[in-house]
């Protein structure tokens, strides 16, 4: 779906970028993460075309990003920022409809389409009239994603969408974009510097250094034992491996074998850091869960 | 309301002006001389209303279109010029620009016009760039990265924004308009300032009170109508 090749991105004497060459496939949600300087947000805005590459080509769809127009080729692409950027003159509903507009659907399509996403975003109708200022922090990022996802992208950059939020409405955010992702399959580019924002929403991880890329790949492969040791710090902090077992599956460790009398029952869809945490609290070395048990090595085995 | 005051003033000039208020005006400081008479006054107040619209609007204009260019990226390299530019049309005294011009256009409405046009150019063209500098630059951001054409992006966002800004750069090189066309006169040109000439030549201070107090009344006014078309606007 988006293709990066050998591509290097130079402001003035610094480069930004080195040498990135990696593909993003349809319907995945990567989020890029690295320190700040990092790179990830020029990374992002070759995307669509707001930074041009010094060398190396861009790919969306298949096609060269600097043969396309870039206005048309930014209606295309959701985009979403930390900072939100609503336009203070315009309201709510108007600020939904800016893409659908310039795109020239008419009224009554554009109506239904912002009564959509508002109850997607759980929007109060109430707001549709109101101006950007008269809206909480958490509900201007709500807009600012019904604004993105407007004219219906297959593809959704997000700058730091959640970082100018409260911790509640941040998590309350992340599960919606989860949602949204699983409910959409649309791909997802999500700039992040928090590691655990990126554990938790995406499919692939990017982490990046110094413009580079030092490690890709699903969460629990770049916190594994034998990683990048950069992206396994970054990520996994001073416990890696108890953030890899929280992102694998407890279930795939299952046996089908009836737990002994009593064992202390583990939810099926829980992780190994959970079945660890459990055996922890009860001191119980097999669970019962899915109708099977979870003997303690074969956890450990997994690491 | 907004423009009361302004209004007010206008009306308590307007009374000053008239031959009636002058000439009582004219007992007190003791001078008798016959004032100037009031269709005359209207006719002049009606011809400088006209030059300084025709002055203000073309200021107007040429300020915002500079205003626009140096605040793109192809232009912003202009802006240090053109800003010079600006200021030392302000810092030249209307009269030295009428004088100057007068060889160049001669006498009548054209020096006079000239002269409006380089006054009121710089706080239209200061508004101009400093609003459209003041606009939310996430606003602007966002708007490009969702695909806006620059086009769109200076009539949908940025002018919206900055207009209130802008206005109070065309108010004031409307009223600046309005006080300076009284130079006009100088150079042959029908304004309000023809009686203040009249007067100084005749030494007949009625007719320099008539004539100063009518063009304050008339630039009171035209701010008063601006600031009320201001908030007409607004609703």
């Not at chain 1, 929007?123 to 909480?136: H, N, Q, T, V």
């Not at chain 1, 990022?141 to 700058?159: E, F």
């Not at chain 2, 008479?37 to 204009?61: F, I, K, Q, T, Y």
Request: charged letters at 15%; one cysteine or more; proline letters at 7%.
């Amino acid at each position: 779906m988006i293709a990066f090749e050998n591509v290097h991105v130079r402001f003035g004497t610094a480069e930004a970028l080195s040498g990135i060459t990696m593909m993003i496939e349809a319907g995945e949600l990567c989020a890029l993460v690295g320190p700040s300087g990092s790179g990830k947000t020029t990374l992002l805005r070759l995307v669509n075309r707001l930074v041009a590459p010094s060398r190396g080509r861009v790919f969306v769809r298949g096609e060269d990003v600097a043969r396309l127009d870039p206005a048309k080729l930014r209606q295309s692409i959701g985009y979403a920022m930390q900072s939100v950027g609503l336009f203070p003159h315009r309201t709510v509903a108007e600020n939904i409809a800016t893409v659908p507009r310039l795109r020239g659907w008419n009224a009554p399509r554009i109506a239904a389409r912002t009564a959509e996403l508002m109850a997607l975003l759980h929007l109060d109708r109430s707001l549709a009239g109101r101006l950007p200022r008269a809206l909480s922090g958490g509900q201007a990022q709500r807009v600012g994603l019904a604004r993105a996802l407007a004219a219906d992208p297959d593809i959704l950059l997000m700058d730091e969408p959640f970082g100018a939020v409260d911790p509640i409405t941040r998590r309350e955010l992340r599960t919606e974009l989860r949602r949204i992702h699983q409910a959409t399959g649309k791909t997802i580019v999500l700039v992040t510097h928090d590691p655990d924002e990126a554990l938790e929403l995406g499919t692939q991880l990017v982490v990046l250094r110094g413009g580079r890329v030092v490690a890709a790949g699903p969460a629990a492969s770049l916190i594994a034992p034998g990683a990048d040791a950069f992206a396994r710090q970054l990520l996994g902090g001073t416990q890696p491996g108890l953030r890899r077992f929280a992102l694998l599956p407890a279930a795939a460790s299952v046996v089908p074998e009836a737990p002994p009398q009593g064992a202390p029952e583990l939810p099926a869809e829980a992780s190994l850091a959970d079945a660890l945490s459990l055996m922890a609290e009860s001191g119980a070395t097999v669970l019962a869960c899915a109708g099977g048990s979870l003997h303690a090595e074969a956890v450990l085995r997994q690491a | 309301m907004r423009a009361l005051p302004q209004l007010l003033l206008a009306l308590l000039l307007t009374l000053v002006a008239s031959p009636q208020g002058a000439v009582l005006l004219g007992q007190a400081i003791g001078e008798t001389a016959a004032p100037f008479p009031a269709e005359r006054l209207l006719s002049l107040a009606l011809a400088h209303s006209g030059l300084a619209l025709a002055g203000a609007g073309a200021a107007s204009m040429l300020g915002i279109v500079l205003g626009i260019a140096v605040t793109r990226p192809v232009g912003r390299g202009l802006r240090p010029m053109v800003d010079a530019i600006a200021a030392i049309s302000q810092a030249v005294p209307p009269v030295v620009v009428v004088a100057l011009s007068v060889p160049a256009f001669g006498f009548g409405l054209w020096p006079t016009a000239l002269a409006l046009l380089l006054y009121g150019m710089m706080p239209v063209l200061r508004a101009t760039t400093g609003a459209l500098e003041a606009v939310s630059p996430d606003a602007r951001a966002a708007a490009e990265a969702m695909g806006l054409p620059p086009r769109d992006v200076l009539l949908e966002v940025e002018l919206p924004l900055a207009w209130p800004v802008m206005q109070d750069g065309l108010r004031v090189a409307l009223v600046l308009s309005v006080a300076t066309a009284a130079v006009g006169a100088l150079a042959g040109a029908s304004t309000l300032g023809t009686p203040i000439v009249l007067g100084l030549q005749n030494q007949n201070a009625v007719l320099i009170v008539q004539g100063a107090a009518a063009t304050a009344a008339l630039a009171f006014l035209a701010e008063a109508l601006l600031l009320l078309g201001g908030s007409v606007a607004r609703r």
